[in-house]
């Protein structure tokens, strides 16, 4: 097996006296697909935002390429860079058209030209078939539509793992699968991917392996095989029930 | 309203006394600043014409001319100086000699007890008298004395000693004080009141302005008893000034009869209002270019203190919206230098701007011997102002908006720097763009209170017509209908300057994508 490309070890995280996670360890290989999934409040999107950074570790270790990103030397900018996240709630920069939400990143972080960032911008707008709304203003887009610029926004930084925290979740039912086969279509460039997620069908047909989290605590976790259809806990076997009947 | 900003002037002034005291600017020139409103004929008033032996007024293209002007020059001349003018405020004018900007107050200023605190003041150069103004129909107009008015209606302007004065007329009906001499004259020929106590040189004007009217001539004996510190004026100088024997030497050459035919010149002379014809148009000729001057002084400190307050509120904004550093030294000099910038807004924010000026510019003066072009103080006062409040505009616009906007530049590798500058304040300041406009707007109208460092601004000016034509109504009339136009289009040009930061409402989805423009990315 390969090295690991970022490996969570006995990470707790309190917020006031109420304890989100406990002990997790678990570790991602590159060009690995990984899926969270639990309850609402079991974890998995603080999970998330602790692997880069947006919450702060109460203890425990984080290691990208066998490296803390803890430790203060560590740079910061650099590692986020490498790691992006797409949101719940898209996040995209309400002054920037389209274009330039994709463009400016690059040229603020990676320092490329202004040529080589909207060259490489209009490329992946064109593949989540955003490209004819490049002037717009985010505003003026749709739900489905936003979260598919913040898909290219997040991979024109080239980065090695994308952090995704619920993408569909704020959106109609119509605008899921457009969302959903861009996603698809990053997992197989071979970009490690770690999604936080409702929907299963994803997990089980897109993801390499599938985490679950109950109250705090990673509960199990299997190939999409082993989870889905000999799942070993109680707790998952009650979640996916509950889940796959109502789907 | 005068003893309500002379009020704030008096704290004010009070505050830069214990600034520091003492090192009095005494400096020996071949000049004499002389300090007077020069708007309050016939003693002093502008005019935009050196035509009668006028004296340009010191930082301006207008003159000063009337009896205290060519008194003024007499006085240079027998100290072998020359006169310089310095238009200033009433309230002003103490501590404008204090602090040096002047060399004399020569501004028809009585020698009252409380201003001889202050004040050291020559002999008298002009004595008034009380006289009686009345229709020149009535059967007031033949009184030859103050006994002669048996149940006639007399009043007299608000708070001045002619008021008090009028008990000494017997057995007439004292009238409620009235505000200014226009609102007397037009009651005086309406007939709601019969007569109305006044001042010599004020009679003559009153007489040469509306011929319907004159005023009475007591002799001694028949006449109003006044006290000397009422009605004769003096010069009033620094408190120790070398020259005053010299002055005084010189007061004594000029006769009554040479005074009153002074006056008499000053009267002739005096500007007056052209009657004939609209209002509006003969205002508008005689006093348009001070006005416009007073409209272009008030748009510059305006649009300059709001535009440098808007880049100091902007730096103070960001500065106090930092996230707390992880080393305790950081720390520490993060929450030091927050305290200051807090201390800044509170001083700033919680004092009236007519007393921030008056420290800044008398209080500088008067404690460091530092002589401040009052333009460059007018601009520093409203920008520093300004930024203060500015500065919590935009700390409000920062926080409101959206914590998602910072986790996804944060997330993308941004510096807190860089996220400030291309994703938070561009949205910060938009969302600041109304309550900017409205601090420029309040800017245009606070500018007015400058005129207690005498920067001929807007307000000063309407002042300074005002008391030339008498006709307070029209002319403040005339600048609210300025003031209006300013702030108007004001209001206007920040909304089109929103709707331009907005963009277009439309965009095209069929663009093709290699017409793209490739956007700036400031």
Known sequence: MTEAIIEVQNLKKVFGDHEVLSDINFAVNPGEVVSIIGRSGSGKSTLLRNINLLEQPTAGDILFHG????????????????????????????????????????????????????????????????????????????????????????????????????????????????????????????????????????????????????????????????????????????????YLNRA | ???????????????????????????????????????????????????????????????????????????????????????????????????????????????????????????????????????????????????????????????????????????????????????????????????????????????????????????????????????????????????????????????TAERNKMMNTAVAVQPATESEGNWLISLLKQYGPMLLRGTGMTLLISLIGTIVGFIIGLLVGVIRTMPKPSTRGKRGLQWFVNWLLSVYIEVFRGTPMIVQAAVLYYGVALAFGINMNKTLAALLIVSINTGAYISEIIRGGIISVDEGQFEAAHALGFTHLQTMLKVVLPQAVRNSLPAVTNEFIVNIKDTSVLSVISVSELFFAAETVAGQNFQFFHTYLVVSAIYLILTFSISRLFRLIEKHVDGPKNYNVMTNQMQVETPTIK
Do not use: C
Not at chain 1, 141 to 170: C, W, Y
Not at chain 2, 114 to 130: E, G, I, M, P, Q
């Open chain 2, 1 to 255: 309203m005068k003893k309500f900003w002379a009020t704030l002037f008096g704290a004010g002034f009070a505050l830069a006394l214990t600034l520091g005291l003492a090192s009095q600017p005494v400096q020996a020139s071949g000049t004499l600043k002389v300090g007077m409103e020069a708007g309050y004929a016939p003693f002093n008033w502008t005019q935009t014409t050196s035509a009668n032996g006028a004296v340009k007024i010191q930082g301006s293209s207008d003159y000063a001319n009337g009896y205290d002007v060519q008194m003024a020059k007499k006085i240079a001349k027998a100290l072998g100086k020359k006169v310089v003018v310095v238009k200033t405020s009433w309230d002003g004018l103490p501590p404008a000699l204090q602090s040096g900007k002047i060399d004399a107050i020569i501004a028809g200023m009585s020698p009252t007890p409380d201003r001889r605190k202050t004040v050291d003041f020559t002999s008298t150069y002009y004595a008034s008298k009380l006289t009686v103004v009345v229709r020149r129909d009535s059967k007031y107009a033949k009184a030859t004395s103050i006994k002669d008015f048996k149940g006639a209606k007399i009043t007299a302007q608000l708070s001045t000693f002619h008021y008090e004065a009028i008990s000494q007329l017997k057995g007439v009906i004292k009238e409620e004080a009235m505000n200014n001499f226009p609102a007397m004259r037009v009651a005086l020929e309406s007939g709601a009141i019969d007569g109305y106590v006044s001042e010599v040189p004020e009679g003559i004007t009153a007489q040469n302005a509306n011929p319907n009217l004159t005023y009475l001539k007591f002799s001694k004996a028949n006449g109003f008893k006044t006290s000397p510190e009422d009605v004769d004026l003096a010069i009033g100088l620094r408190k120790g000034d070398p020259d005053k024997a010299k002055i005084n030497a010189a007061l004594a050459k000029i006769s």
């Open chain 1, 67 to 242: 490296a803390s990103i803890l430790e203060s030397s560590f740079d910061l900018a650099q590692y986020r860079a490498h790691v992006g996240m797409v949101f719940q709630s898209f996040n995209l920069f309400n002054n920037l058209t389209v274009l330039q939400n994709v463009m400016t990143p690059q040229q603020t972080v990676l320092h490329r030209d202004a040529a080589e960032a909207k060259a490489h911008a209009l490329e992946l707008l064109a593949q989540v078939g955003m490209d004819p709304y490049v002037n717009a203003k985010p505003a003026q887009l749709s739900g489905g539509q936003k979260q598919r610029v913040a898909i290219a926004r997040a991979v024109a930084m080239d980065p090695e793992v994308l952090l995704f925290d619920e993408p569909t979740s704020a959106l109609d039912p119509e605008m899921v699968d457009d969302v959903l086969n861009a996603m698809k279509q990053l997992a197989t460039t071979g970009l490690t991917m770690i999604v936080v997620t409702h929907e299963m069908a994803f997990a089980r047909d897109v993801s390499d392996r599938v985490v679950f989290m109950d109250q705090g605590v990673i509960a199990e976790i299997g190939t999409p095989e082993q989870i889905f259809d000999h799942p070993a806990e109680a707790r998952t076997q009650e979640f996916l029930k509950r």
